[in-house]
């Protein structure tokens, strides 16, 4: 009996560690498009992926305490750069694409001149992700410093936990205005968004970062090379396009 369950353990061992999905930790602004490559990714190779979307900073903070993540796409190279010089990373954190920040408004507004529309009294609140969360916020954060908006605007910001939130702030018409990713325009139904990019001199280039994590030796190594060399494939860099960003 016992050598029969032995060689049962042993033929099952190996299908129950092949079930086991490849987890993707990856910044909210960036969800959708990644929804869309793991279709493509799945159809090309038949692995399964688990998406797992936050902020980056409160994804970064959870893979620290442990959490069970086989590769992390964040939205700026600081924090995969953070995790890999504290001992999380496989190897060096790498740009996957470059991100588009924009002005935004479901509102019938004339966005062309925003520095001046934004105050204006009709505009009582005007969304953008916090600073100290997320690089589009940052980003927000740094145009607004350079028209020297910052500390006139405190009372109207509403800060998002992620770029998730401020998406549904604007496409709710909670806030009139608010700062986000060029992919909402890509991914969302509501035809009716007002936006125009913000010029790129204005903010640091938000250089998007993946890095394969050390939880991936675990059960899912090959799965997740696999997963992170698609990423910089043809394919996948026309997909990335096709949602706003820009490639390397």
Request: proline content about 4%; glycine content about 6%.
């Amino acid at each position: 009996m016992r050598l029969f369950l032995t060689i049962v353990w042993f033929v099952l061992f190996p299908v129950l560690g092949c079930s086991q999905p490849l987890r993707v930790a990856v910044a909210a602004n960036a969800q959708f498009v990644l929804k869309v490559l793991k279709t493509d990714f799945q159809k090309k190779t038949g692995i399964d992926l688990e998406i797992i979307s936050g902020s980056s900073g409160k994804l970064t903070a959870q893979i620290k305490n442990g959490a069970p993540y086989d590769l992390f796409l964040s939205a700026d190279m600081a924090m995969p750069q953070n995790l890999y010089q504290a001992g999380f990373g496989l190897s060096k954190p790498k740009s996957y694409a470059l991100g588009s920040l924009i002005v935004c408004s479901s509102a019938n507004l004339d966005l062309k001149n925003w520095p001046k529309l934004v105050n204006q009294a009709e505009i009582t609140k005007i969304a953008l992700a916090n600073p100290k969360l997320a690089p589009y916020g940052q980003a927000a954060e740094a145009v607004l410093r350079q028209y020297k908006l910052w500390e006139t605007l405190q009372a109207k910001l509403v800060f998002g936990e992620s770029i998730a939130q401020v998406n549904t702030y604007l496409t709710t018409g909670a806030v009139k205005l608010g700062f986000t990713t060029e992919a909402l325009i890509y991914e969302s139904q509501n035809k009716k968004l007002k936006w125009v990019r913000v010029d790129r001199k204005l903010y640091p280039p938000i250089q998007q970062g993946v890095i394969l994590l050390k939880h991936a030796q675990k059960e899912n190594y090959a799965k997740a090379q696999q997963f992170y060399r698609y990423l910089f494939s043809a394919e996948a860099q026309q997909l990335f396009r096709q949602y706003g960003y820009l490639t390397p």
